[in-house]
């Protein structure tokens, strides 16, 4: 997916989008790049001298690769996934400026309107952060 399809899928905007492209898709999973640049408006202020990506962002990041994956078995009736729960979330390595991520989510469950998936963040072949979340459809404004 191009960075276009990215912004037509979701309803994220900089400097809150955390996707900068899509590399694998399939119905039940997805793959996702971020490279978290120093410049983000955030580190000059999360831990400054060390700044380390906040753990929320990474989290985010995945959850937004979710509803990409999502979107296309939506219904068109103007509802979009939004996270309902978190669970299980384990921090593993801390990711730093420069540094890129894959975001690999996918659905393990599905009962109506209610999305079921795992995440996996990987910076470097390691693991950054895994997650368990659900998404369930609400209105949301046009985004175009």
């Known amino acids: 997916m191009t960075h276009e399809e990215i912004i037509a899928a979701i309803p994220h905007r900089e400097p809150f989008l955390l996707i900068d492209e899509v590399i694998e898709r399939s119905e039940r ?3 996702c790049r971020k490279t978290w640049r120093p410049e983000e408006w955030f580190y000059a202020g999360h831990y400054p001298g060390f700044p380390v990506t906040p753990g929320v962002l990474l989290c985010e990041a995945a959850m937004q690769a979710g509803a990409v994956l999502v979107v296309p078995q939506l219904p068109k009736d103007g509802r979009m996934p939004v996270v309902a729960r978190m669970q299980d ?3 593993k390595r801390m990711v730093k400026p420069g540094e890129t991520v894959l975001l690999e989510v996918e659905i393990t469950d599905r009962l109506q309107d209610a999305f079921y998936m795992r995440a996996r963040v990987t910076c470097e072949n390691q693991l ?10 609400a209105p949301v404004a046009s985004f175009s």
Request: aromatic letters at 18%; charged letters at 25%; zero cysteines.
């Open 89 to 91: 979330v384990r921090f």
């Open 128 to 137: 950054a952060v895994r997650f368990d979340f659900t998404a369930t459809l």
């Open 29 to 31: 999973r997805i793959v």
